[in-house]
C-alpha cells in the first residue's frame, strides 16, 4: 500500500433473518478470499444461533482479515408480535448505535465501504455517513425489485393499491423492462393492501427508493437469468453488480469447481439434520419431491392437510422441513397423520437444503419461492412448484413459471387436488420439459460464476472499485 492510502475495509450488515444473514455470509465470504479486510456485523441474537447450530466461527477463523463483531437489536431477547416493532427498535436503537461504533473505531481501521442489507435502507439515510460509501445489497431478485421499484408509478396511475373486488388476473401496465409479464396476483404481497398509505406498502416502497441512491446496487443474480431486467435497472442506476449466483459463486472460488454433489458449509439458524441424506439414498433418481417453505413462512392446520392429502394422493415420496412452530398452533405433524406420514415421507426440523437439492433422488421443490431457495433449485436443475406467501414471492414465483419456464406456480390456490396435478406435472407429464429448461438454466448460472462469465466479471468490477475507493 502506498503512503497514505488507506487500507480497504468492507463492513458488511445484514438484516436479522435467515435468508439475509445466509447470502451476505457467502458475500462476506467471498470478499474475503479477495483479501479484502471484511467485518460481518451481525444482531447479537443472530449471531448466537449461528455459533450453535454451525461451525463458522472455525470457518472463518482461518481468515487473518476477517472479524465478526455483534450489535443489539434492542429488542433485550423480548419476543415481538409485529414485524413492525423490530424495525421500530432497529431505526431507534441499532442504526444510532452504529453510528456511534464507527466514530468511535470499534471495528479496527475506519471502514471505507458499508454493504448495507437493501432491507435497512428505510430505516436509515444512506447518506448518514458522509464519509462511508454505502452499498445496497438486494437479497431479492432483480425482478422483484424491479417490480417494487414501479409501485409509486402505479400507485399515480391508478393501477394500485389492489382493491378487494380487483380481477387479480388484470395485467399491470407500464413497467419497463417486464412488459405484460406481472398480474395483479404477481405483485409484492404490500400491494394487496388496501390503503396506499399503509406503513406496510410504504416501507416496502421507501426501501426501494432508498437503493436507488446508494453509491452502488448488489444482487444475487445472474445475468443469463435476469438480463433484460438487470439493464433496465441499469439505465435508472449507475451502478449494479450482479453477481449471483452466490453459494455457487463461493463453491467455485473455493474449490476451482462446482461438483453438484460437493459438500456446503450451513449458515443456518437451526440445527440441520443430515439423517434426511441417508433417507434419499435409498430412493431411486428424481422419485422424491422435496417441500420447504423457507425460515419465516408459517402455515395453518388446514394449509397443511391439503399440502398432505395432496402428496400422498400423488404416489409420490416426500421429505418435508417443518420448522419448530412453523405449523401454526401444533406441534410438529398431528398425530392421526404420523403414520401414513412415516410410509410416505420424511419430515426434518432443517435440512441441509443445496445438499439436498443436489441429491439425485430429488425430481422437484414444493417452495414458497424465496430467493435463495429459487436459486438453490436452479443450480441443482430441479424444477418447482411454487406457493409463494410474502413479500417478493409472488413476483419470483411468476417468472420461475411464465418467463423462465422451470416450475409451475400455485400461488393463491391450496388445496389438495391442485398439489396432486402440480406435483404428477412436474414430475412425470411435464418432466421433460421442465427439467430440460431448468438443467439449461442451471448450466448458464455456473457458467456465470466461473472465470470469464458475467457474474465473475462483475465480482471482480466490484472489488476492483472497492479497493479504488481508498486510492
Ligand atoms: C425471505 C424472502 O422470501 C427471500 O426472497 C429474501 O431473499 C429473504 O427473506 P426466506 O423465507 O428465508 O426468505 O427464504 P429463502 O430466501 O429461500 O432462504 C431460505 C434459506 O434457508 C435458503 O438458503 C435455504 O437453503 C435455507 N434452508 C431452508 C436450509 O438451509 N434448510 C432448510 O431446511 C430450509
Redesign the pocket.
Known sequence: MENGEMEPHVLIFPFP????V??MLKLAELLTLSGLRITFLNILRIHQKLTLHTDIQSRFSRFPNFQFQTITDGLDNRLIDKFSDLIDSLKSITMPLLKQMLLSGEFGPTPTCIILDGLFNFIVDVDAHPNIPVFSF????AC?FSAYSFVPKLIEDGQLPIKGEEDMDRIISGMGGMENVLRCRDLPSFCRLEDPFDPGLQHGVTQTIQSFKSRALIF?TFNDLEGPILSSLRSRCSNIYAIGPL?AHLKTRLSGEISPASSVS???L?E?DRSCLAWLDDHPPKSVIYV??????VIGDDQFREFWHGLVNSGKRFLW?M?PNSLAGKDGVPADLKEKTNERGYI???????E??AHKAIGAFL????????L?SIVAGVPMICWP?????QT?SRYVSDVWKIGLDMKDVCNRETVTKMVNDVMENRKNELMGSVIEMAESAITSVEEGGSSYCDLERMINDIRLLCK
Do not use: C, K, M
Open positions: 433473518a435467515q435468508g439475509h445466509n447470502s438486494r437479497t431479492i431478485s422483484s444475487n453459494h450451513s449458515n443456518g437451526w440441520v420447504s417453505f423457507g425460515s419465516v413462512v422441513v420448522r426434518v426440523d432443517w435440512a441441509p437444503q443445496e439436498v437439492l417452495t414458497h419461492s424465496g430467493w435463495n431457495s429459487t438453490e406467501q410474502f413479500a417478493d414471492q419470483n
